[in-house]
Nanobody
């Protein structure tokens, strides 16, 4: 089994910062891409940022220059540093991890979600 645990999130004023972390644990052989998605009320879930095993990053246009995604392969952790937050960043944020288990099965798991609320 593989589990994801998210932490971080909360309420912050516009212009503030938050840091989200997601730790993967269990029978993991390797992790490929790790990413963060968000879903605002009434909207579809969208990619915020992701990072490959080679640490190539990709960002949604509205967060470029404000958010930074990073990973620690030794700890199977992905982090999203969010600066200069805007009210439109308000959403539930989910981490997603894709990899292979020790018994050779591919997996794609979602975290439980963490609320980020940015007040104006």
């Amino acid at each position: 089994q593989v589990q994801l645990v998210e932490s971080g999130g909360g309420l912050v004023q516009a212009g503030g910062s938050l840091r989200l972390s997601c730790i993967a644990s269990g029978r993991i052989f390797s992790i490929n891409a790790m990413g963060w998605y968000r879903q605002a009320p009434g909207k579809q879930r969208e990619l915020v940022a992701d990072i490959t095993s080679g640490e190539t990053t990709n960002y949604e246009d509205s967060v470029k220059g404000r958010f930074t995604i990073s990973r620690d392969n030794a700890k199977n952790t992905v982090t999203l540093q969010m600066n200069s937050l805007k009210p439109e960043d308000t959403a539930v944020y989910y981490c997603n991890v894709r990899g292979t288990t020790t018994w050779g099965k591919s997996f794609s798991l979602w975290g439980q979600g963490t609320q980020v609320t940015v007040s104006s």
